[in-house]
Structures are given as C-alpha cells and as structure tokens.
C-alpha cells in the first residue's frame, strides 16, 4: 500500500550577517550620556554588549549579506521566492525585499517585505512553510535583517541599552516532517489592542511629515519595556504550548529552545513555565542584544549554538504589534555560514523601460 508523506518546509541553508563594530555597555552609555551603568544593564536585561551598523550600512546591507550567506550554506540553490522580516526597512515605501532580492542576483522572483516587529522571522516563516506546502513556491529564501540603531533614540536610556543590529536567514526546500531541518508546525497570533506599548509614533499616515508631530521624539522607537514584558511571558509560553500540542510534541523532548532575544530575564521565565531544563535553552542576547526580527536566525546561525541534525528544536517570539509566534522544527543537517554586510552600491536610479515585445 502506498502511503502519502506529508509535505512540509525544510531549513536546507542557514546564514548571517553582523556589523563588525562591537559596542559595549559603557560604549552605548557614553554614546548616548545615559543615566544608567553597565551592571543595571546586564543585571536587568543580560546583555553585555552588540553589533551598531555604521553609517552607510542598512536594514538591505545586511539582508543580503545574511541571504548570500544561507544560499552558501545550501549549496549555491536558487530560490524562487523572497520574504524579508524587518521593521526597520530601508525606506517606508518601497518593500527591501525586491531590491535585496535583485542584489543577490535572483532576477524577477517575487519578494516582499514582511512587518510584524520581532516575531517578523517565525511569521515569516510560517507564511514561507504555508506556500511551501500549498505547492506555490519550492525554495523560499527568508531572511531577518535589522538596523535598530536607525530609529532608537541613542539618549532614551529604556531601549538604547537592549537593541542592536544583524541579520540571519534560511533557505527552505520542499521536504517530510521526520528529517533534520523540518518545520512540523507553527503558531501564529496578534492583539492589536497593544499597539501604542511598541511603536515609532509619527511618519506614517496616522501622523503624516506634512503636519506638526505629536511630540519631538515621535520619529524614534519607544517601548513601554514593563507592560511589554508581562505580555511577552504571557504569550510566548501559551503560544509555545499551542505548538507543541500541534507537533504532537512534550515539553520534554525538547532539545533546544530558542526564544526571541528580548531579555534573559524573560527568556528564563518562558523556559521554567514550560519545564525545559536550563540545559537545552540556547541564546546569544548577552553578546548581540535585542536584534528583533533578527534574533531567532542569528541563534539557529550561531557557531556555538549548534545541534545534532533532527533533535527537536521550539522557538519562539513576541513583539510589536503585538504579534507573537512559535514553530516546531526539527534541529537543520547544515552548516551554517556568515558574510560581512554587501558593500555593493544599492540601487538609485529607476531601471531603463525593458524594450516592448515585437
Ligand atoms: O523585542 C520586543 C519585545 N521586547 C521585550 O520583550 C522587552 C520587554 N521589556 C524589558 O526587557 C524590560 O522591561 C526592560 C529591560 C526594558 C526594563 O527592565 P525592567 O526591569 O522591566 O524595568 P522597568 O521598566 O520596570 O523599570 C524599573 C525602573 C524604572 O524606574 P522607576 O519608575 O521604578 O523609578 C525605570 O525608569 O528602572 C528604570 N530604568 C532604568 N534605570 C537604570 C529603566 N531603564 C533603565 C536603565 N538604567 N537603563
């Protein structure tokens, strides 16, 4: 009897991208002459240092460098759809993608941007493994790139300290639920009733350029940090738990739980209310910071971070919006590479009118 295996995504490269300057605590006080010292820092959040793109280096740089990279990793495939997971694009119109996409040299597959802060990468993922199984594309290419130093206030000593920059990505392939990098399931949810705890207020259509903004600072990101952090306990385990019930999977079979790099403090949280061993939580908030969208690939992509191919692996996210998400995947069988940021000049000029068909 012939039985029919499930199709589902499979993580066949794994790639990133960081910045090379490395900023400390001091260096993040200094800079922004914050009232705060290192030990409150890594005592409240755990981190100790991260990456600040230069000036020159954007959200795309990174993009492609991450996407390079994770094309590597599999081999040199080609993929024929991008999703790029950022809330800090390099312009509010158009989406990164396309132009990440053309710089990587892939032609006119489609791509798009994909906004929901920092569960952006599992959502994106999640819609990624969605066309995947549904048969509209075979090998998505996702990447999560960030320039939070864009758009925090280098004085608002609340998120200047936690948010850094970076980039990771995966290349996905067609593939079955039972084999090393399968994404077996995922959970997506969002209550927009939290929407002004995590927000750059002004510049869009809410508060157009053309009038008067709401208050001096509203260009920059602000973070309600305590509400935030009680709803993103809250969410990330029960969202956690709906996956795992999905894949049919225990708490305790987990082998490596990733949560979104927000704050050790949160991370550890999450990890005791589900009952997975210190051992198998994996992390790098203490030497990347808060790299939002980012920070769920450039653990997967982390050196130091590597699995045994198959062993069960949850991650999970919260973030603005809110928005939250969680997958159940299945520890890659690759190696994961790294490319500096793309130096390459990024586009300016509208392309010449392709000459019209006879
Ligand atoms: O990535 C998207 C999701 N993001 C998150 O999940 C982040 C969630 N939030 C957090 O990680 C934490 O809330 C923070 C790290 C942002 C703040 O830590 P906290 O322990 O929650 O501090 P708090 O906001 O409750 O503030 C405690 C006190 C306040 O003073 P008062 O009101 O008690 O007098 C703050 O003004 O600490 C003060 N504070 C600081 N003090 C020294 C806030 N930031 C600092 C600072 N240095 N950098």
């Known amino acids: 009897m012939q039985t029919t295996r499930t199709t589902t995504a499979v993580v066949s490269g794994v790639g990133s991208c960081l910045p090379p300057p490395v900023v400390d605590n001091e260096a993040v006080i200094a800079r922004g002459a914050l009232l705060t010292?290192?030990?409150?820092?890594r005592g409240r959040t755990g981190i100790e240092r991260r990456r600040h793109a230069p000036p020159g280096t954007s959200t795309g740089d990174l993009a492609v460098g991450a996407g390079r990279a994770a094309l590597a990793s599999a081999g040199g495939a080609r993929p024929d759809l991008v999703l790029l997971a950022t809330s800090t694009p390099d312009h509010p119109c158009p989406a990164?993608?396309?132009e990440v996409a053309h710089r990587l040299g892939l032609g006119t597959v489609a791509a798009f941007d994909v906004s929901a802060v920092c569960s952006g990468f599992l959502y994106a993922l999640a819609v990624a493994t969605g066309l995947v199984r549904g048969g509209m594309c075979a090998t998505p290419l996702v990447i999560a790139a960030e320039t939070y130093t864009a758009i925090v206030d280098p004085s608002d000593r609340t998120t200047a300290p936690i948010f850094g920059d970076g980039a990771g990505?995966?290349?996905?392939?067609?593939?079955?639920?039972?084999?090393p990098g399968a994404v077996v399931a995922t959970d997506l949810g969002a209550d927009g009733s939290g929407r002004a705890a995590i927000t750059i207020p002004g510049g869009g259509a809410r508060h157009p350029r053309h009038l008067p903004p709401p208050a001096p600072?509203?260009?920059?990101f602000h973070m309600e940090g305590r509400a935030v952090y009680a709803h993103a306990v809250r969410r990330m385990t029960r969202s956690s738990e709906a996956v795992l019930r999905r894949a049919g999977w225990t708490a305790d079979s987990v082998r490596a739980f990733i949560g979104h790099q927000a704050n050790q403090r949160i991370l550890d949280s999450v990890g005791d209310r589900l009952g997975i061993a210190p051992a198998h939580r994996f992390g790098n908030i203490r030497e990347l910071g808060n790299t939002a969208a980012a920070s769920i690939p450039l653990v997967l992509a982390d050196p130091a971070v590597q699995r045994a191919p198959g062993e069960r692996c949850l991650l999970t996210a919260f973030g603005g919006g809110f928005t939250w998400?969680?997958?159940?995947?299945?520890?890659?069988g690759v190696s994961p590479l790294a490319e500096e940021p793309d130096a390459a000049t990024p586009l300016r000029t509208a392309p010449s009118v392709p000459p019209r068909p006879l």
């Not at 010292?37 to 820092?41: C, P, Q």
């Not at 600072?217 to 920059?220: E, N, P, S, V």
């Not at 998400?325 to 890659?332: D, V």
Request: aromatic share 10%; net charge negative.
């Open 37 to 41: 010292d290192a030990d409150w820092i």
């Open 96 to 98: 990164t993608a396309p």
């Open 169 to 179: 990505a995966v290349l996905l392939r067609s593939g079955v639920p039972d084999e």
């Open 217 to 220: 600072d509203a260009h920059f």
């Open 325 to 332: 998400a969680s997958a159940a995947l299945t520890w890659p």
